[in-house]
């Protein structure tokens, strides 16, 4: 149970779903208010006392796009987390750039994913709050400011240096089997990494991760992250074997979340990890909160593979299903990022999947045709990094 003293405000027009949502976060030991409508959770909201609101997105009369930036015109500091059954790219984007902390998808089968995203929340909440004291005693010693925010821009990229150093550089196998990547950072430091290997001349092994977050924190995980999965392979013989090629792709994650967990690094990760016995063209992969899901093209058709499971580093002690596919003698396989998703022109996630399976079908042959067909190279200031990996046979 949560040891807090945080109150929740809650606003949804829909009575049973605000009262299970009010009943399991009391549980968990918060404070609960709740209003039906947008006009009501503004009135409870300016008697004080509201640490997080929770809206829902469709209302009637004021819906949660409107209660969300009439709340950050109030204040900008309160941490607002939206709730819809829609799902529509556009909202979330919408909702994000009003100031909301987290978009959440009705219904919300796992409370325990709601509880994480207030936790999170609150605590970012509370280290702004920090941060905010702590500027304010900077104003009284502002004199070396100028020179730190040089030395620290001079770090960021320094930092970015460590990090493209550590990625790995495009791979052919003597089974014809071509491996690449590209990745544009939406900052000086990326929360995207790729890393693969041809493990013992037969395994090709290979994975894409998305870190929450931007910036040093986020990565300073990768950094993290590619030591990890470098000592499996190196010290515990990960991908080295027909029984690790067969679980291995699942076992890496759970490693992976044990540690997490265990180092408490307040991130969490979503993962395509896979690997390629290049003697038969077999493939096992696993999926952990991945979007888009990885896309395969076989004699022009694109299709995107199937397979679901949870991110990494939020639950503990869960298992993930590993897939297995058999992959032609000519084949593309394009992995993305999310951030993908923002640089494409269309107003719902569906019709963006439609536009890339589209792309795809044509241009995924190398991974220069298939930056280029993105236009990845035109795109400035974006929203989220941007990560690319191909494995091509055939072509």
């Given at each position: 149970m949560t040891?807090?003293?945080?109150?929740l405000l809650i606003i949804?027009?829909?009575k049973p779903v605000r009262h299970s949502i009010a009943a399991f976060l009391e549980d968990s030991g918060y404070g609960v208010v709740e209003a039906e409508d947008g006009p009501t959770g503004l009135a409870l909201y300016a008697r004080g006392g509201i640490d997080l609101v929770i809206t829902d997105l469709r209302m009637p009369s004021m819906d949660g796009l409107a209660v969300l930036q009439r709340l950050h015109e109030i204040s900008s500091e309160i941490p607002v987390i939206v709730i819809s059954g829609a799902g529509v790219m556009s909202d979330v984007v919408s909702a994000l750039r009003l100031g909301a902390c987290d978009y959440l998808i009705k219904p919300i089968v796992d409370m325990e994913v709601l509880v994480h995203s207030v936790e999170k929340a609150l605590e970012r909440c509370d280290l702004l709050a920090q941060n905010k004291k702590y500027r304010e005693k900077l104003e009284f010693a502002n004199k070396g400011l100028r020179e730190n925010l040089r030395v620290l821009e001079r770090d960021q990229v320094a930092g970015r240096q460590v990090q493209r150093r550590l990625l790995p550089t495009p791979q052919q196998t003597a089974e014809g089997y071509s491996i690449a990547h590209h990745i544009a950072p939406s900052l000086y430091l990326s929360?995207?990494?790729?890393?693969?290997?041809?493990?013992?001349?037969?395994?090709?092994?290979?994975y894409l991760a998305d870190v929450s977050g931007h910036g040093a924190s986020s990565a300073f995980v990768t950094i993290w992250l590619k030591h990890l999965v470098s000592?499996?392979?190196?010290?515990?013989?990960?991908f080295s074997t027909e029984e690790s090629f067969e679980a291995g792709t699942g076992e890496m994650l759970a490693d992976i979340n044990r540690e997490i967990n265990e180092t408490s690094l307040n991130h969490h990760l979503t993962f395509f990890v896979g690997?390629?016995?290049?003697?038969?063209?077999?493939?096992?992969?696993?999926?952990?909160?991945h979007l888009p899901m990885p896309i395969l093209v076989v004699d022009g058709e694109a299709k995107f593979l199937p397979g679901s499971g949870k991110p990494v580093g939020i639950f503990k002690d869960i298992q993930w299903q590993v897939h297995s596919c058999q992959l032609p003698e000519q084949f593309s396989l394009v992995c993305?990022?999310?951030?993908?998703?923002?640089?494409?022109?269309?107003?719902?996630?569906?019709?963006?999947e439609s536009v890339l399976l589209e792309l795809m079908a044509q241009k995924a042959q190398n991974l220069d045709r298939?930056?280029?067909?993105?236009?990845?190279?035109?795109?400035?200031?974006?929203?989220?990094?941007?990560?690319?990996?191909?494995?091509?046979?055939?072509?």
């Open positions: 040891d807090t003293s945080h109150t949804d027009d829909d929360g995207d990494f790729v890393d693969y290997a041809h493990v013992g001349r037969r395994y090709l092994a290979f000592r499996m392979v190196r010290e515990e013989g990960l690997v390629i016995d290049t003697h038969t063209g077999q493939m096992r992969y696993v999926v952990a909160g993305f990022s999310d951030g993908v998703l923002e640089i494409l022109d269309a107003p719902t996630l569906q019709k963006k298939v930056c280029d067909a993105l236009g990845v190279a035109d795109v400035n200031d974006t929203p989220d990094d941007i990560a690319i990996l191909t494995i091509t046979r055939g072509f």
